[in-house]
Structures are given as structure tokens and as C-alpha cells.
DNA sequence: CACAAAAATGGACGATTGTCCATTTGCTGG
DNA sequence: CCAGCAAATGGACAATCGTCCATTTTTGTG
């Protein structure tokens, strides 16, 4: 068998290089004991038996825990933006439409959810003494923020001062976003999607009262 | 000395009775450690390192390191109500004025700063898998809840539909609050007192334009 | 089919964890 | 001043931690 045909096979398969699959399996093995135990209860024997494999494969995969820690706090942030990805495109071209869209996908049962959530949380409380995580929390935050200010801007061309509605408009939705994630957190049986959803469009037609009103509804 | 006088003196005494300054010792120690390095990084021998005590003091005060963590959470939570409750009796008596009160509290140095919200995002994250941490929380949320709605439920009056604007309002507001504090716990350089009270202001004057403008001023 | 390389295993290691308890220290009432 | 009791100590304990590595199993190639 030829050389590219070897390669072209690799890149065909159905199922991944077994060395690929158990590196992804511990990934998710270890998200699940995170989201279930936080990152205090979490260990490699743990991990490895959720996973079914032997302890050696951690370090076969990853240079220790720390680094296998990290992935999975890469691999939530990828789901992260995938998942939004979709709720973006599938939204039409006006900024009113691209941020109802980022709002809903923010509090959609993909993104928000008890498993998700229970992660995140469980990273941003070890963050502080382990940079590496900051690092991810920060490219997430930043990448968002550029997000929703470039659909702001647009809306606030034309008022007394464009950039700073757009830049408070930009960090109250973010800022109302996050604390309504801590709210389904906390309490995750009495959270209302919808409610959620109609207060930050109030706080949104607030700023902007042309573009918006608080049923979500897009004005002309 | 007779017993009365004997008990007057254990009230009055300056320096409380050696077994209550440890137990305190050591909570305090344990807050800080939990500050620097987080939960997973909190071990006794740490704790009874900083607090300059051996390491059977632990178990003589507490009945395990569960326990040591549950009093640092009832602290963290009996030191913020005190001081919010120092700028709430120096409010005005009208709902503006102590919904603003309310706001300048939970963005205030003394409230909002590195090392406090360390620790509480540190016990956040470790909640899911504890549900003594879960207590707090909840009680926390529940009165700050309660709180901003009797403010709220005031300034609605006489509004389409009371209950359901000052049940959004309050939700809002806390959400907000809450992540104005999860800016500040990620970029506390970045982080600006002034801006975060003004945008939670534009979300007051959003949804009551009688009672407050975007800076911040109560209107009449 | 045989052989070399890679992947996977799981026992062993020292370090550290929370907990326990025999011992020592310090204070107080008679 | 001393007896008695509570407070405080720190060494010892088993359990568990992350890590390492000699060994076995699987895989791919000539």
C-alpha cells in the first residue's frame, strides 16, 4: 500500500486512530468527574476508570494532570463557540437579529446546561492560582466582547456618543448574561429560560428603544 | 469574685478567651489560604502554618477540614452582610436611595476586592459537589433577593404590572451585579467602580425612567 | 509468518493528605 | 503551692495522591 493511500485512509476512517479516541475518551472522562465532583475531587484513578483505560494512559497522553486539565478546559471553550457558531448563522443579517441570536444561544439548553455549567464553574474557582486557565478564560471573553461590540456600534451610530452606549451596552449584556448563568447555576430546578431572555431585552431596549422592545420583538 | 462578675468580665474583657482567638486563627488563615490557592490548594498543614498553631487545633475547634471550610463560608457571608449593612442605614430612606446604596455597596472596595472575591468563587466552584457551601448561597441570595424587590416593588406601583417589573428589575439587577463581580474576579486591573455602576444605572433608568437617569442621579 | 516498534498496562514509589491520640503544657480553684 | 483539668502539641496512622517505569500486549511491516 502507497504512502498517500496510508494517509488518505487515516483521514477517512470512520473510526479515529485508536491513540486519538483515547486521548479524547480521558478528555471526557475527566469533564464528566469535574462537572461531578469538581476540580478538587477530581483524580487520575478517577479519571481512568470512568474512561476504562489504565492509569498509565494519562501520562502517555499528557504531560501530567495539569496539562490534561487544560485540554479540558480547550475542549469546553471549542463546544463552546461551535455551539454559538450555529445559533449566529443561523441568524439574519441586522444587528438586532445577530444579537437576539447570541443572547438565545447563551441561554439555550446546548450551551447553558447543568453539565456545562458545573465545568465552568469549577475551572474559574482554581483559576486564580492556575494561570493557564485564565488564558482560555480571557481569549473567550475577549472574542466575545469584539462580538457583541461590532453588532452595538452599529446600533448606536447616530446617538450623542456611539462608543461608550455601544461599550456599556456591550458589558452590561455580557456582564447580565454571565449573572443569569450564576443564577441557573445556583438554581438550576427554579431558572426560567424565558424570563432570563425578556430582562435582558429590557435592559436592551433600555439603551436602544427604536431597536428593541422587552418581548425579544425586533423593532424596525 | 462572684460568678456575675466573672461572666461581665468574659463580656467586657478586650481580648477575647484564648480558645475563641484560636478558633477564629484559624478560620481567618484558612480564608487566606483559600484566597491564594484556591480549595484544592487548602490542606490543615497550610491552614495551622499560617495561623501559627499546631496541627491537632484543627480537629480540637472543628469536627473535620469540612467543617473548618463551612465556618469560612458563614464568615466570607456574615462579613458582607455587616458591611452592606453599613451603607444601607446610611442611605436616605426612599427606595432610589437605598437601591443605590444597595449598588455602591456591592461595588465598593470594602465589599468587592481581590481577596474576597477569591474565596467566594473558590467555594462557588467547589458548591456542586459540597451542598453545606450551597446553603450559604442560597440564604445570601434569598435576602439580597428580598431586599431589592421591597425596594423595587415601590417604585413600580402604579405600573402595567407590578410584580412581574420588580421581579424583573430585581432579578436584573442582581444578575448584573453578579457579573460585574465576575469582571472584576478576571481582569481586576481592567475593572471600573464608575463604569459598572453606571451601566447597572442605565438598566434602573431602562426600566424606571421617573426614578433614575443613566449617572447615577435619583430623580424625583 | 516473524520480528521490530509502538501502545498499553498496572505495580511500586515517595510525598502528602485528613485524622487520631498519647503526651505535655498551662491555667485555675482550693 | 499543689492538685486537677482543659488546652495544646506533634508524632504516627492508613489512605490516597501524581508520577514513573519495567513488563506485556498490540500493531504494522518486510
Do not use: C
Not at 486521548?23 to 484513578?45: K, P, Y
Not at 463546544?79 to 447570541?102: C, H, M, W
Not at 480571557?138 to 453588532?151: K, V
Amino acid at each position: 500500500m502507497s504512502q498517500w493511500r496510508k494517509e488518505m485512509d487515516d483521514l477517512i476512517t470512520e473510526t479515529p486512530a485508536k491513540k486519538i479516541r483515547h486521548r479524547d475518551m480521558l478528555v471526557r472522562a475527566t469533564a464528566d468527574i469535574i462537572s461531578e465532583s469538581g476540580i478538587a475531587g477530581t483524580s487520575i484513578t478517577k479519571v481512568v476508570e470512568r474512561a476504562g483505560l489504565s492509569r498509565g494512559m494519562v501520562h502517555l497522553h499528557f504531560e501530567n494532570k495539569a496539562a490534561l486539565l487544560l485540554e479540558v478546559a480547550r475542549h469546553m471553550s471549542d463546544e463552546y463557540y461551535a455551539r454559538q457558531k450555529v445559533f449566529i448563522s443561523d441568524a439574519g443579517p441586522t444587528s438586532q437579529e445577530k444579537l437576539a441570536a447570541l443572547i438565545t444561544a447563551d441561554l439555550s439548553e446546548e450551551i447553558l446546561n447543568q453539565y456545562t455549567v458545573n465545568i465552568w464553574y469549577a475551572f474559574r474557582g482554581e483559576a486564580r492560582s492556575d494561570n493557564g486557565f485564565m488564558a482560555y478564560s480571557d481569549t473567550r471573553d475577549e472574542a466575545l466582547y469584539e462580538t457583541y461590540y461590532d453588532a452595538y456600534i452599529k446600533l448606536a451610530a447616530g446617538s450623542e456618543n456611539p462608543q461608550v452606549l455601544a461599550r456599556d451596552a456591550t458589558r452590561g449584556t455580557i456582564a447580565l448574561t454571565e449573572g443569569m448563568w450564576v443564577d441557573f447555576f445556583l438554581h438550576p430546578l427554579k431558572f426560567n429560560r424565558g424570563t432570563a431572555k425578556r430582562i435582558i431585552f429590557r435592559f436592551m431596549a433600555g439603551l436602544f428603544q427604536t431597536a428593541f422592545n422587552q418581548d425579544g420583538a425586533i423593532l424596525t
